[in-house]
């Protein structure tokens, strides 16, 4: 037989190499792009529905309407979302000790309380010497760390609604509104 026979003869009896897969391609980035995409409507969806209920339930804080997350109050009263008349009362110049400043920095702090309950100045007016006392108590705690962090007004804010539904009742007091709030 002749050589070049015999070479396309084996090469006839010879498997032929199975192809090369690519590595790559859209394939391999799908489960990446998945997970950017998903994580954070899944933080949010987490966040809106299971952790911000329950802190609100612990607080004791109603859910905010959009009435109520207004920037300003502009009268003494207001309607919110339910139609139900919102009224404030206004706290002035409460005066505080920072703590951890041996008496040099103090803070000056005058709030708005708003509430829609129909005896809530009633209420806010013959408990006045609790709140002031309790507000003032909650201010003197923090340090002037504490007060520079951001997001310090929010959480002073919720620990001042807590306390006065603690002491007015049942989440008479809905909202809060620093109209000064100065460090010296």
Request: glycine content about 8%; some cysteine; proline content about 4%.
């Amino acid at each position: 037989m002749p050589e070049d026979d015999k070479k396309t003869e084996e090469a006839a009896e010879s498997p032929a190499p199975a192809p090369v897969k690519k590595s790559g391609g859209m394939g391999a980035w799908l489960p990446l792009i998945i997970t950017i995409l998903l994580m954070p409507a899944l933080a949010f969806g987490v966040a809106q529905y299971v952790i911000l209920p329950q802190l609100q339930k612990g607080l004791g804080i109603k859910a905010a309407s959009a009435a109520t997350t207004s920037t300003s109050i502009s009268s003494e009263s207001k309607k919110d979302a339910s139609g139900a008349k919102q009224e404030t009362v206004l706290m002035n110049k409460m005066l505080v000790n920072v703590a951890g400043t041996m008496g040099a920095r103090y803070l000056l702090v005058s709030i708005s309380v708003a509430g829609s309950d129909k005896d809530f100045k009633d209420k806010m007016d013959s408990h006045d010497a609790q709140l002031r006392d309790m507000a003032c108590g909650a201010l003197a705690t923090k340090t002037l760390a504490d007060l520079e962090k951001p997001g310090a007004r929010n959480l002073i804010r919720s620990e001042l609604i807590t306390g006065f539904n603690n002491i007015l009742g049942d989440s008479m007091v809905q909202d809060i509104y620093f109209t000064e709030f100065a460090i010296q």
